[in-house]
């Protein structure tokens, strides 16, 4: 694997400080890979940290952790690892392409479906198959189908009502899917735009809902949610970052702290240097800081955890991590 850079130039003092960061991430990460590896099923999929049991959107965060380091379905020390995972994925779609395991324990199929067709997405650049391509696009088609009329998206792939949270998560694999060359209605991209510039406050910050208050893991996801969708200038962006930056964070400090940091390191890095310099030291210590020996990230439900496997945080804290390594089109400006 090639050494991480920097994302931009730096004087020598400065650039050797912080080569020896960047060396303290790859080995973070390798560790955290580590564990998600040791702690796959014999299926593919991974386990949920309070029940246990598998779904397709904690298996395909750990995929895209594995590919976030540059770990391809045939080749690297983990390709059976990834290759069992994709198999997983692809095996759990039902008739109407949704990527959610028949009768799981999800009660947002939609969050695991979008995780699942993100996942899938960037594997298929990796695989010539045309099952697999053909299967984002019948996932891709669903979300499509999903949107309610105010442009959003919420737990069931009906086009009820929405929420930002949700939302994110389609718009990451719908531009995953432009990415990737597939179909996407251009009045879908153009209707999520709305939608998400509704949950914007004026204040700065995005809420879960328009018209609620401002959400930490929401402003996140509503500023690299108009950054994917090609208004990286909009002064919601930049409000909402910089409403992030003036919190103080402690690891673990929500339920949502690795939800939030998944999306505000993308979102940070995507604005530029000035932007990403006011958020990414401090996250990184934090998370280089609260690492455990085992490879493993602590969640906020630990104690509800009971000794289960850690996949969900790990995974998240991992591909946090990972934007210094750009192997993903995510990860890329």
């Not at 949700?166 to 209605?185: G, H, S």
């Not at 402690?250 to 979102?267: I, K, R, S, V």
């Not at 310099?277 to 104690?303: K, M």
């Amino acid at each position: 694997m090639a050494f991480l850079i920097p994302a931009w130039p730096l004087a020598a003092q400065d650039a050797s400080d912080e080569q020896r960061q960047l060396g303290r991430v790859e080995a973070a990460v390798d560790r955290g890979l580590e564990y998600l590896a040791g702690h796959q099923e014999p299926d593919g999929s991974f386990p949920t940290g309070v029940s246990g049991k598998p779904n397709t959107g904690v298996s395909a965060l750990c995929l895209l952790a594995f590919m976030g380091r540059g770990h391809a379905p045939e080749r690297g020390p983990y390709r059976e690892t990834v290759g069992r995972t994709i198999n997983f994925l692809l095996k759990s779609r039902q008739e109407n392409g949704l990527v959610v395991l028949p009768g799981g324990n999800s009660h947002g199929p939609m969050y695991e479906h979008a995780l699942a067709t993100l996942g899938l997405i960037e594997a298929s650049g990796w695989l010539v198959e045309p099952e697999v391509r053909a299967a984002c696009q019948q996932a891709i088609d669903l979300i499509v189908q999903a949107q309610n009329k105010e442009g959003g998206w919420r737990y069931q792939p009906q086009p009820n009502d929405a929420d930002l949270s949700v939302t994110v998560m389609q718009v990451v694999a719908l531009r995953a899917a432009l990415n990737a060359r597939l179909k996407v209605p251009t009045e879908t991209l153009d209707r999520a735009v709305e939608y998400v510039k509704r949950c914007a406050k004026p204040e700065g910050g995005f809420a879960y809902q328009p018209g609620q208050g401002v959400k930490n893991a929401q402003s996140a996801a509503g500023a690299l949610c108009l950054q994917l969708l090609g208004h990286h200038d909009d002064p919601a962006v930049a409000k909402a970052l910089t409403s992030l930056q003036g919190k103080k964070y402690e690891h673990g400090m929500d339920q949502y702290f690795h939800y939030m940091n998944y999306y505000a390191m993308q979102a940070h890095f995507q604005a530029g240097e000035e932007q990403w310099a006011a958020w990414h030291p401090r996250v990184r210590s934090l998370l280089l800081e609260s690492q455990n020996a085992d490879g493993s990230w602590p969640g906020w439900h630990e104690e509800k955890i009971n000794g289960r496997a850690k996949c969900y945080s790990t995974a998240m804290a991992t591909m946090a991590l990972e934007v210094y390594m750009h192997y993903l089109p995510a990860y890329q400006r």
